[in-house]
């Protein structure tokens, strides 16, 4: 059994007061929940603060290239559907620069877990406006305020039918680290979007500021009601919605698909025999 | 024995059909068939041909003459008609195309008429004219009759029989009415195997064991993934249409990564959204084969027609130093092993490989005796389960003697598969010293680049001993310079240098071409492109410069006639 030492990475390079470190303290504590070894799963990251996560843990990495987690991961789920496979990104990551892929991704409904460290800002290029960041904002970019509006990834997770659409908060530990756990063990795509106060950039979206307006959603709301879920999901201002937005049972990729459905691709030998036959087509 | 047959329509109208059954039925004859296709980038309408060229020699390009056109549009008899060979004949149905025409060369065959009158419907008048070629030629109906039957045997008994008939009344038909026509056909020999450049590289990857292959659909591409999706569950390969070419080549390196060989193919613009991935297949050392088919750019270009204009993009695009391999087949049976060969090496020095091609190569048929599967290489590069197992540590990016580190498969064992595409130390994870930094590029790329060089093969050399004038290229090229050459033998001494493992250029060590070239007299490099890309790199890498260049950059390929006319002229002008 796998214990917190065991998941002891690399020394974050984040500022002192970042909302990563909960996030990070948390996904440790739900991996030694869980029973997942390091060995046994792989995250793939981008480029970002947010992306340097799978270093400070101990895990199978892909740190690939700004934006594009969501390919690599669906490669590898589709070499190896085995393997728990985990892709965690920055709101500017995933919904700015690899946005045409998060909505191919819920398409295609791959059993792949989405992290989304959203705190409403680029951090790693020194505080310009992301997509999420709200209209009107101003940045040394944007020196006239945000013009476009704030893009809302739980009302467009809902939209595409996602397989599991949940937000967190990265203040609230103990509510987060059951929406990881509930994410990894969901089977389908699954979206856990994670306030996360940028200390040194975002001086509007701080820990207090989250704190005044985020609520558990809690029993009362029905994630498989998808008109419902789209109601919380579009709840953003005086409150906002924690908890497990929306979920469905849509059949996964990976076990529609006939060439993958009984093994994985990885674990198929080369066979050379057939070879022959295959010339003889061309005859 | 050497016939060429055009067909000529508008998009729509089954062009393509004909043209590959009546192809299938030479090789088939065992003749040496060589086919290209010309169309638009539309789905109806327009015009478009289709050339298939057989002999009983050895044919590896297309000829300027012909000799039986089929029009299936006015436009193509306006187009061709001078086009015709002296006993040739052009084949039309004066009811269809509205128009009567009078001439020697004319044979009016009522498709349309005799279609609905045998086969019940108008549909059959393409093989209503396959039938009349097959009776222009004196050839039999057994092989194209049983080549329709394969065709429609799905579609029930009803089809074949009616596409059996309709063959029969075209052949009747021209048997009895095409006078003049004096075809004089070489003996039936054993059957060859037909293949285009596209389904030689698709087949190529499936016999190097790729099981991954993602693309986002582009010309001249496409054919790759059609004739790998047809495979995929014979196979156990995995053919997933991306988003686009960014997701294309990331998916490629997350499948790699993960332990299966895997591919992508694209065109000019889809390979210029893939670059950033290249870049990243260098940093983090993942194997992937890229097949780029080129087509007359910049930009969007001409969809359907072919350039060479892409070689020193394939060579220098993608930010940061890293080793990849370009490979430029020129035949499909080149393109198999080259793409056997991209796998081989991407694996074994865990770097990217691209198989540069074009429309032309990847649309033409051409016939061989076999694929020589004997000549695949498969070597599993890998350490899997029990090998990875055994292992006391274990670091992705090792720094080792030849800076290949061990390739481990994440999740066969408690070792964790670590890398990054920001500079990393040997175990994977994110650095920023200098001296790291020195160690890896002189791992990733220093201690590698010797390697992979010494891998590659030397031009092949075909004609005169110590000739007077070479005539060099690369890909595609490589057919109507070989027949140029050999149509000039007679009369100068006259050799050619084709080059298609491009890239770390070949070293004269194994063969010396460079003393070769600098003994001739005349020396020239053809490409299908404005500005001689390969001259270039040849320039740059050896010193060399050819006496003459021959540039075609219409958007079509050469021909044998057109090519060596081009040859006379320059030679009696050096
Ligand atoms: C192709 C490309 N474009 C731009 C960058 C520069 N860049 C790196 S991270 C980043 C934005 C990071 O924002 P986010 O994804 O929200 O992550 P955070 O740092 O806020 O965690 C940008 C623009 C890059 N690395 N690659
Ligand atoms: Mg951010």
């Known amino acids: 059994m796998a214990g917190l030492e065991d998941y002891k990475g690399q020394t974050p390079a984040w500022c002192p007061g970042c909302g990563n470190f909960g996030i990070l303290k948390t996904f440790k504590d739900a991996l030694v929940d869980l029973g997942i070894e390091p060995h046994q799963f792989t995250i793939v990251s981008g480029i970002g603060q947010a992306a340097k996560l799978p270093h400070y843990l101990r895990c199978n990495t892909f740190n690939g290239l700004h934006g594009r987690t969501l390919p690599v991961a669906t490669g590898i789920r589709l070499a190896n559907h085995g393997m728990p496979v985990i892709a965690v990104a920055g709101d500017g990551d ?18 792949v877990k989405l992290f989304v460290h959203d705190n409403q800002i680029y951090a790693l290029t020194k505080g310009q406006a992301s997509p999420t960041t709200a209209e009107g904002t101003k940045t040394k970019n944007q020196p006239f305020g945000v013009f476009s509006e704030q893009l809302n990834p739980m009302a467009l997770a809902v939209a595409m039918d996602c397989s599991f659409v949940a937000r967190g908060f990265a203040g609230d530990g103990g509510q987060l680290k059951e929406l990881i756990k509930a994410a990894l063990g969901h089977r389908g795509f699954s979206l856990v979007d994670i306030l996360q106060p940028c200390v040194t950039f975002n001086k509007i979206n701080t820990y207090e500021w989250y704190k005044q307006r985020v609520y558990n959603i809690g029993p009362d709301h029905n994630p498989n009601d998808r008109m419902a879920a789209f109601g919380r999901a579009l709840e953003w201002g005086d409150r906002i919605p924690t908890g497990v937005i929306y979920k469905n049972d849509r059949p996964i990729y990976e076990e529609r698909n006939p060439v993958v459905r009984e093994r994985p691709l990885v674990s198929m030998k080369f066979e050379k025999s057939r070879l022959e036959a295959t010339e003889k087509e061309f005859f | 024995m050497d016939y060429s047959i055009r067909i000529g329509g508008e998009a729509g109208q089954g062009i393509q059909t004909v043209g590959d059954t009546l192809a299938k039925v030479f090789s088939r004859s065992g003749y040496h068939v060589f086919t290209h296709q010309d169309y638009e980038s539309r789905v109806r309408g327009g015009h478009n041909f289709y050339q298939v060229r057989f002999s009983d020699n050895p044919v590896t390009a297309s000829r300027d003459k012909i000799d039986i056109l089929i029009a299936f549009d006015t436009i193509s008899i306006e187009l061709y008609e001078k086009e015709l060979s002296e006993n040739g004949r052009i084949a039309y149905d004066s009811s269809s195309l509205k128009t009567g025409y009078t001439g020697p060369y004319f044979f009016d065959v009522p498709f349309y008429d005799l279609a609905l009158k045998h086969g019940g419907s108008k549909i059959m008048a393409n093989t209503v004219a396959m039938g009349a070629v097959m009776g222009m030629l004196g050839l039999e109906a057994d092989i194209l009759s049983a080549l329709l039957q394969e065709a429609f045997e799905s579609k029930g008994e009803e089809v074949v029989a009616a596409n059996v008939t309709s063959l029969t009344a075209g052949l009747v038909f021209a048997r009895q009415n095409c006078s003049g026509c004096s075809f004089s056909m070489a003996p039936l020999s054993e059957p060859k195997l037909l293949i285009t450049g596209t389904e030689a590289i698709g087949f190529g990857a499936i016999a190097s064991g790729c099981r991954f292959y993602a693309a986002y659909p582009m010309t001249p591409s496409t054919g790759i993934m059609n004739y790998i999706a047809a495979k995929e569950e014979e196979y156990g390969v995995l053919v997933e249409q991306a988003e686009d070419e960014i997701s294309a080549i990331n998916m490629a390196l997350g499948a790699s990564f993960a332990g299966v060989r895997a591919m992508t193919g694209t065109s000019g613009g889809g390979f210029a959204l893939m670059v950033e991935g290249l870049s990243l297949s260098g940093m983090t050392e993942t194997p992937v084969v890229i097949a780029l088919g080129q087509r007359p750019g910049p930009a969007t270009g001409l969809p359907t027609r072919t350039e060479q204009g892409d070689l020193q993009f394939a060579l ?35 770097i990217p490989a691209i198989v540069i091609f074009d429309q032309y190569l990847a649309d033409s048929c051409w016939t061989f005796e076999g694929l020589d599967l004997d000549g695949l290489i498969y070597n599993d590069y890998r350490l899997r389960g029990e090998a990875l197992r055994a292992l006391n540590t274990y670091k992705r990016h090792e720094v080792t003697d030849d800076g290949i580190s061990p390739f481990g498969v994440p999740g066969d064992s408690r070792h964790l598969v670590v890398t990054d595409s920001d500079e990393h130390d040997e175990e994977g994870h994110i650095i920023e ?25 030397p031009p092949m050399f075909h004609g005169h001993k110590d000739p007077d004038i070479v005539m060099a290229g690369w890909g595609s090229t490589y057919g109507p310079i070989k027949e140029a050459v050999d149509a000039l033998s007679g009369e100068y001494s006259i050799g050619m240098l084709h080059f298609s493992e491009i890239f770390p250029f070949p070293s004269t060590d194994r063969f010396d071409y460079i003393g070769l070239l600098s003994k001739a007299k005349t020396t020239i490099c053809v490409e299908n492109n404005a500005q001689g890309q390969f001259a270039r790199l040849m320039r740059a890498e050896t010193g060399f410069s050819f006496s003459g260049h021959i540039n075609r950059y219409d958007g079509r390929p050469f021909t044998v006639e057109s090519l060596a006319g081009d040859i006379r002229g320059r030679v009696g002008r050096l």
Do not use: S
Request: proline share 5%; with cysteine.
């Open chain 1, 94 to 111: 995933c919904y700015g620069e690899g946005g045409n892929h998060f909505l191919h991704a819920m398409r295609r409904n791959i059993n």
């Open chain 2, 316 to 350: 220098y695009t993608a930010h940061g130093e890293f080793p990849r391999v370009v490979f430029a087949p020129g035949t499909p049976k080149q393109a198999f092993h080259l793409t056997n060969k991209a796998f081989d090496l991407a694996e074994k020095y865990q």
């Open chain 2, 433 to 457: 010293d200098a001296a790291t930094r020195v160690l890896m590029v002189e791992k990733r790329f220093k201690k590698k680049l010797p390697l992979v060089h010494a891998e590659m093969a």
